[in-house]
């Protein structure tokens, strides 16, 4: 696997991880870990985490 390959896939993954955080933050879905129910802020930090990582990812595929 190339770089380039690399890191386009990496960056989709988390492109698509932080698509399913902002759903989750839109439609207001439950996320349930065991007996401990997610709050909110969790899905909106993993957003901007994972939303950074993909387009970090997409920005060195590039170059």
Known sequence: MTR???HQFTAAIFAIIALLHLFRVFYGWPAVVGAWTTPMW???AALLISGYLAWAGFRLSRA
């Open 42 to 44: 969790v899905s909106w």
């Open 4 to 6: 380039h390959t690399y």
